[in-house]
Each structure stands twice: as structure tokens, then as C-alpha cells.
């Protein structure tokens, strides 16, 4: 069975601090998604990785797939209150399943 | 609006009442996912269609839970004598390839 183990779960910290969170597998993915979601509504994608070692950089944030396509970390720079939210990272399995790791909790207070 | 579409976007509903759900995706998309999510967790992964084939269903879709995918367009999930445990978001996910997942709102459930 393929997992994605994502940490932390909860993170709390003071605007303007840097973060990151981490998305970690003993299998290979063919991709891998991150997400963030809001109360009340669905996830939004952030961005996709496919290769491995692959660094893609959207604004403040930072997404690294790792060389072996076996891991994914997420750094957020300067964070701001408006980055709250559920961070999800999602990796294509190898039956054409997507699956999920647990979710970070980030908040941050102004 | 092109986007995935839930309907509805909240049920409650009592204890061993029936619920159904629907999913409309994008057009084009042929891949459409089904999730339950609880509070602060990630989504669990129920079900998945290729066109109008299901091609996995979780462990965790027990006898009680149904979905379908007539003619490969929209899909609707549906849960017989639901149970206080079923209340959570479901999700549904139109996929683009070669995976990127553009989320509905979700329907939230509320059993009684």
C-alpha cells in the first residue's frame, strides 16, 4: 500500500516567519500535487512536480520533489495570515490511484 | 462556469435515511475521483472512475455506499441507511492529465 506521510500536522507561527512542510514515502511517484484548501470548500491545486529533483517556486512559496520521486517538501517564506489554511500533498500511485497525506494545519497570526 | 460542480453543497439528513449525491466535472476530463474528508484531514480516497468504468473502490466503501458514472459525464455517489459516522465532506475531483485534480466545493453531510 502506498502513503504519503506528511508533517507537521499543526503548525502555528508569527507573520513573517519561514516554514516548511514536509511529504514523505517509501514508494515512488509518477507526480505529486500540492494543494490548499479552506474551510467550507475544495482544494486548489498549487502546483504539480514530475521530475525528480525539481525546484518550482510560486511567489513565496517553494516546492522541491526529491531526487528519488519519493518526497516533497513545501517551504513558505515571510508567511502572511492570508497563507492559513490545510497545505495537502497528493501522489499519483501506481494503479492510477491518487492518494493523500494527512494534511498541515498552518496558521498564522498577524 | 467551466469548473467541477456539487450538488448539493449541504444535506442533513436522519439516521438511516438515503442520500445521493452528484458530481458534475469538466467536460473533457475523463478520470473523475470520489473523497470523504473529516475535519483537518486529508481527503480519503472512496472511488474512481476511467470514462463510465469504476476502476477501484476503497475498502473503506462499504456495502452501503454506491456511485456511478452513466455514459462518462457527471457521477453520483450515493449512501444507503446512512450512519452518524458518514457525516463528513464528500469531495469530487475531475482530473486532467496527466494528474491534476481540480476539486468540487464538496457536499457536506450532516447525519442526525
Known amino acids: 500500500t502506498q502513503l504519503l506521510e506528511q508533517s507537521p500536522q499543526f503548525l502555528s507561527i508569527q507573520e513573517g516567519e519561514n516554514l516548511t512542510v514536509y511529504c514523505n514515502s517509501s514508494s515512488v511517484f509518477s507526480s505529486l500535487q500540492w494543494y490548499r484548501q479552506e474551510p467550507g470548500e475544495g482544494p486548489v491545486l498549487l502546483v504539480t512536480v514530475v521530475t525528480g529533483g525539481e525546484v518550482k517556486k510560486l511567489k513565496r512559496l517553494t516546492f522541491q520533489f526529491g531526487d528519488a520521486r519519493k518526497d516533497s517538501s513545501l517551504h513558505i517564506t515571510a508567511a502572511q495570515p492570508g497563507d492559513t489554511g490545510l497545505y495537502l500533498c497528493?501522489?499519483?500511485?501506481?494503479?492510477?490511484?491518487?492518494?493523500f497525506g494527512q494534511g498541515t494545519t498552518l496558521q498564522v497570526k498577524p | 462556469d467551466t469548473g467541477v460542480s456539487q450538488d448539493p453543497r449541504h444535506k442533513i439528513t436522519k439516521r438511516g435515511q438515503n442520500v445521493t449525491f452528484r458530481c458534475d466535472p469538466i467536460?473533457?476530463?475523463?478520470?473523475l475521483y470520489w473523497y470523504r474528508q473529516t475535519l483537518g484531514q486529508g481527503p480519503e480516497f472512496l472511488t474512481y472512475?476511467?470514462?463510465?468504468?469504476?476502476?477501484?473502490k476503497s475498502r473503506l466503501l462499504s456495502d452501503r455506499f454506491s456511485a456511478e458514472r452513466p455514459k462518462g459525464s457527471f457521477s453520483t455517489l450515493e449512501i444507503q441507511r446512512t450512519e452518524q459516522g458518514d457525516s463528513a465532506m464528500y469531495l469530487c475531483?475531475?482530473?486532467?492529465?496527466?494528474?491534476?485534480?481540480?476539486f468540487g466545493p464538496g457536499t457536506r453531510l450532516t447525519v442526525l
Open positions: 472512475f476511467q470514462n463510465e468504468a469504476q476502476l477501484e
Open positions: 497528493c501522489g499519483s500511485g501506481n494503479t492510477g490511484k491518487l492518494i
Open positions: 467536460s473533457e476530463h475523463n478520470r
Open positions: 475531483a475531475s482530473v486532467s492529465p496527466p494528474d491534476t485534480q481540480y
